[in-house]
């Protein structure tokens, strides 16, 4: 008799609030999640179930173990289907052979922090480069309608949609200057039916609708990530933002209170105040205090994710010597903060004062083992853990079975010296190598 009414009490809450989502008009869209998110334009694979096998390569897979000398990968329609050293690995008669001999095989990289306005050209160009996944944090959806239309082969794309700003805003045809709550729960409704798989906030935006963005991304399964200027990076972690773009944003929450004063004063009088105004706030900032080691545990604790894309903020000696005495700073910092045990991962800002062109990606891979890194870290860094951070880890970022194939040949070893990412040889998206010479529209 007492399990009878438990059972009906609870099957009636289930049912009102099912109702009101159906109300909401959000039942479809929540139910439908899949806990995989994905990008917007899948790309083709093989029309058949082929085998192909790389042999006499060195493997390195992106789950951080030491890499496998003279393995073999088997390869069948877009998955990957084996992996291991040759002798563990018997490779199927009239299976296509591709021999790696003095080359490495990675996952294809994941770009955690790139924008493009509509460039198919480019995003092929970084495809070829080994950038085989990108996340867009902030442009909106037309900026990528090109991709309908591409002929050539692309990397996959995620997108988040354009950013959420505050009043007046900074880029205003990027933006979606919010108005309410209710407007921010509109736009991620409408941010998910086209495919967004994410949401970024921007600096204008303030912390009273962190909360609001944050808890209506979680219903429908998707990451919020911010660029902060304004709010301090361990109130927007208080309220529960899971991604931290760019190394700056943590500048006003460890420098001392009075120089993070000055700062949000400047940028709230003029947003361009910030382009000069971070490198003199990071250059007073002192890496000892107790404040910093706070919003590490802080973010270490909420498990938040550090994409500091050091590349574009890049300075050395010969420049002012306050922006190499700054960029030291944020070079330091996010060594302390790999230590501590956050999360970080490679994100490239499409460029930088000391990248080659089209090669910011490989630049940022060589700041984060200078920040403190080893190779391999940071090429986990480059694929699994972006993978967890675009929240597909089931299909992409590492070399196992089951997974798509999005392989990645490099001459050389980056696991001893991360130079060698510069050498990419050859490309693999979905199952099918990527012509490297196509000419694109």
């Known amino acids: 008799m007492n399990v009878k009414p438990k059972k009906m009490v609870k099957l009636s809450n289930s049912f009102v609030f099912l109702l009101i989502l159906n109300f909401l008009g959000l039942t479809q869209l929540a139910v439908a999640q899949n806990p995989s998110l994905l990008e917007v334009n899948p790309p083709d694979g093989p029309s058949n179930d082929q085998v192909s096998a790389i042999v006499n390569v060195r493997l390195i ?20 289907w084996e992996a291991g050293t040759e002798e563990q690995v018997a490779i199927p008669e009239g299976a296509e052979i591709m021999d790696g001999t003095g080359m490495s095989l990675l996952p294809g990289l994941m770009d955690s922090h790139l924008h493009n306005v509509n460039n198919n050209k480019a995003l092929h160009a970084i495809l070829t480069n080994g950038v085989t996944t990108v996340r867009d944090p902030g442009h909106p959806f037309r900026f990528y309608q090109s991709l309908h239309f591409a002929q050539a082969k692309m990397p996959r794309v995620y997108l988040t949609g354009a950013h959420l700003d505050g009043y007046p805003g900074v880029y205003l045809d990027q933006a979606a200057l919010i108005r309410s709550k209710d407007h921010i729960q509109t736009l991620i409704k409408d941010y998910v039916k086209q495919g967004g798989s994410g949401i970024k906030i921007y600096f204008r935006l303030p912390l009273k609708y962190f909360e609001t963005v944050i808890q209506t991304a979680d219903f429908y399964h998707i990451p919020v990530v911010a660029h902060l200027e304004l709010v301090d990076a361990d109130d927007a972690m208080m309220a529960g933002l899971q991604g931290i773009e760019h190394i700056t944003s943590f500048g006003t929450s460890l420098a001392d209170p009075e120089d993070a004063k000055a700062f949000r004063e400047g940028v709230q009088a003029d947003n361009n105040y910030r382009r000069e105004g971070r490198y003199r706030l990071w250059s007073k900032i002192d890496l000892s205090a107790d404040r910093v080691k706070e919003v590490l545990a802080l973010a270490v604790k909420n498990k938040v994710v550090l994409s500091p894309t050091l590349t574009t ?7 002012e010597e306050y922006q190499a005495k700054a960029f030291q700073n944020m070079l330091d910092f996010v060594g302390m903060a790999h230590q501590a045990g956050v999360t970080v991962v490679t994100g490239s800002h499409n460029s930088g004062k000391y990248a080659q062109p089209g090669l910011a990606y490989q630049r940022e891979m060589e700041l984060l083992v200078a920040a403190g890194m080893t190779p391999l870290e940071a090429i986990s860094s480059s694929t699994l853990y972006n993978a967890r951070y675009f929240r597909t880890q089931d299909r992409l970022g590492s070399i196992e079975p089951g997974k798509l194939a999005d392989l990645i ?31 694109v529209e």
């Open 61 to 80: 897979d992106g789950l951080g173990g030491p890499p496998v000398e003279k393995a073999v990968v088997l390869i069948k329609g877009n998955r990957i």
């Open 313 to 319: 903020f890049e300075r050395q000696v010969g420049d």
């Open 409 to 439: 040949l490099v001459e050389g070893d980056p696991s001893v010296d991360i130079k060698a990412m510069y050498a990419i040889k050859k490309v693999m998206l979905n199952g099918e190598w990527v012509d490297r010479e196509e000419v």
